[in-house]
């Protein structure tokens, strides 16, 4: 005869594998439901085992109404729909998760929500943008350094359908587009969208741009980069709206992508999970701060009609 053990469900939860603990600071952008369906629905078609949204902070800026009209609305879908404690600061955030997913639309908060979020000694991925200026890109490695604290940040279009098959080794330059519309008076420009495209350019360029040139328009911007090895870099950025798009230039001729590289948020998620995991951010701190030089040299070209601008120290 055979017999069938049954564990007590206290004892089965005890023997299934740890799930990290994660709190969101931001509630006013899509990112925040999504990510958290994601994660926390073992359901979802596209779930991510391993992780599970705990807690959140809501944020929000007053004066930008991408944020205050959402903020409260996506709030109460996490808390109502997913279990997820809205708790009043960051602090309080810190002392129940394992990790941080640093949300908040609004790039200008992202430099003071970090100085908090240091304090935890948690890793932390921060969404695009991550920040609005270069030199709060540049202020929040360097308070991560200083308080030894993992983290990446990135755009979802970075992991696109088909992205690591257009690289190849005979590469001699790539064009991405998208599109880029503007946050007024608040953004360095092309952070607050444009950014997905470029993010896209990196992934396939990697690091080494020297110079800068920005022809500008109404209707769109063409930003092209001249990489160290000889290599051209360009990204098509189009208002008020555009398609994803890239391709890949080589010796033997073109390859390309053209727009079918957005596969929504998924292969990101999985990044992030992965990354909280074994603390080794995806991206490293080195390109994602040339990314952010790339833009500023883009605004100063912009500034100066068009001139090339060499790339500024990050």
Wanted: with cysteine.
């Amino acid at each position: 005869m055979m017999y069938r053990l049954t564990l007590p469900l206290f004892l089965l939860a005890a023997l299934a594998p740890a799930q990290i603990r994660v709190g969101i600071v931001g509630t006013d952008t899509s990112h925040a439901p999504a990510f958290t369906s994601m994660l926390n629905d073992p359901n979802h078609k596209e779930h991510v085992p391993g992780a599970r949204v705990v807690a959140a902070y809501k944020g929000g800026s007053k004066d930008l109404p991408s944020s205050w009209d959402r903020v409260d609305k996506y709030a109460a879908e996490l808390q109502s729909k997913w279990g997820v404690e809205i708790v009043p600061d960051i602090a309080t955030l810190l002392t129940k998760v394992d990790a941080v997913l640093l949300e908040s639309v609004d790039g200008r908060i992202h430099l003071a929500q970090f100085r908090e979020i240091v304090k935890g000694g948690k890793p932390v991925f921060i969404d695009k943008p991550l920040a609005s200026t270069f030199d709060d890109a540049r202020e929040i490695a360097r308070l991560a350094r200083e308080n030894n604290v993992r983290w990446f940040s990135t755009s979802s279009l970075r992991y696109g359908a088909n992205m690591d098959a257009l690289k190849r080794p005979d590469m001699t330059g790539a064009i991405t587009w998208g599109p880029s519309p503007f946050e007024p008076s608040h953004h360095l420009d092309l952070s607050w969208y444009g950014i997905h495209a470029v993010e896209m350019l990196y992934a396939l360029m990697g690091t080494g741009c020297v110079e800068v040139t920005r022809t500008h328009t109404e209707g769109a911007d063409v930003v092209a980069g001249r990489w160290k090895d000889g290599r051209i870099g360009v990204a098509r950025l189009g208002r008020p709206s555009s398609p994803y798009g890239a391709v890949v230039f080589g010796a033997k001729g073109a390859t390309g992508n053209i727009d079918k590289v957005y596969t929504g948020y998924a292969p990101l998620v999985r990044e992030i999970v992965t990354f909280f995991k074994t603390g080794r951010p995806p991206i490293s701190e080195e390109e994602t701060l040339e990314l952010f030089a790339f833009m500023e040299a883009a605004r100063l070209s912009k500034e100066q009609g068009g001139r090339p601008v060499a790339m500024p120290a990050h």
